[in-house]
């Protein structure tokens, strides 16, 4: 689900970037807000940082007594996509191994669909492995899935989530795959 924050950050400039018309001190502001919410990657309560769309205000300044840096705090608006324990939602295998699939899901990468919680499905193995089900198309590489989510974990050494998904459910599974 992607959601609209508001977020209040301090931005730390270094004092070569100081300009007493203001405009390259607010453009340095602005880059340094959008270089750290890229870094920063994702939150564990705000989820995967997508796009900063505005920034609200520019606090005043303190300097920082031994480095000569000023601190701002500042407000923005952004995008974040985060998901929830039930949510139902799309999402592409990049991975079919014996025991199940992996998703990808907008930033996500590491959604796990076990093959128990793919009812009537066997795994295929072969050159292009994947799951089949007599009354539903085959899941497998690059296929697009609905899924509900049953849980989720927050990585906070590589800043990631993980979550794991099922079919089991009204209107779950594959869907079709493209005619070409």
């Known amino acids: 689900m992607y959601l609209k924050v508001k977020l209040p950050w301090n931005v730390i400039i270094a004092p070569e970037n100081l300009d007493i018309k203001g405009l390259l001190l607010q453009r340095a502001i602005l880059l340094k807000v959008l270089e750290e919410f890229a870094s920063r990657r994702a939150h564990k309560d705000l989820g995967y940082h997508i796009a900063v769309t505005t920034l609200e205000s520019i606090g005043d300044g303190k300097v920082r007594q031994h480095t000569g840096e000023v ?3 500042v407000v923005f608006s952004a995008i974040t996509f985060n998901i929830f324990r039930g949510e139902v939602l799309e999402g592409q295998v990049h991975k079919v191994f014996k025991h199940g699939v992996f998703l990808r899901c907008g930033p996500m990468e590491h ?3 076990s093959c128990t919680k793919m009812p009537g499905y066997r795994y295929v193995p ?3 492995p994947e799951f089949i089900n007599e ?4 899941v497998g590489k690059d ?5 509900m989510v ?3 974990k927050w990585l906070e050494a590589d800043r990631e989530f993980q979550a794991l998904a099922s079919l089991e459910g009204d209107f779950l599974g594959p869907l079709p795959r493209p005619e070409i």
Do not use: A, H
């Open 143 to 147: 296929d697009l899935v609905r899924f």
């Open 111 to 113: 959604i796990y669909l």
């Open 71 to 73: 601190m701002f705090p």
């Open 150 to 152: 049953m849980g989720t």
């Open 135 to 138: 009354k539903s198309p085959p």
């Open 126 to 128: 072969g050159e292009n």
